[in-house]
Nanobody
């Protein structure tokens, strides 16, 4: 599975962005998908995850209420809608896929990773 993240850019605080993660090479219909981010000088952190069917989603507390993860299996694409962005959201955002699922999506082993897309939020 090859994952291609896109949609990053420069936005002012309070603005919105929608990230996309397009999969190729193999259908991701059966894969659970996650978004992660890594800010400069910080470790990578979990942002959100969605089950293969779209029936279950999971968010980090830092983005809960501001971000929505969704997927279109017909298009082999996963989205991350981010609203009310603040400078602390500045990071490279990565999408990843896994066949696993459980009570702790942030702790799952994600098998495939995209190359990342940079989100910069100015104050």
């Amino acid at each position: 599975v090859q994952l291609q993240a896109s949609g990053g850019g420069l936005v002012q605080a309070g603005g919105s962005l929608r990230l996309s993660c397009a999969a190729s090479g193999r259908t991701v219909v059966s894969y659970n998908m996650g978004w992660f981010r890594q800010a400069p000088g910080k470790e990578r952190e979990f942002v959100a995850a969605i089950r293969w069917s779209g029936s279950t989603t999971y968010y980090a507390d830092s983005v809960k209420g501001r971000c929505t993860i969704s997927r279109d299996n017909a298009k082999n694409t996963v989205y991350l809608q981010m609203n009310n962005l603040n400078p602390e959201d500045t990071a490279v955002y990565y999408c990843a896929s896994t066949l696993a699922w459980g009570l702790n999506p942030p702790g799952l082993k994600y098998d495939y990773w995209g190359q990342g897309t940079l989100v910069t939020v100015s104050s």
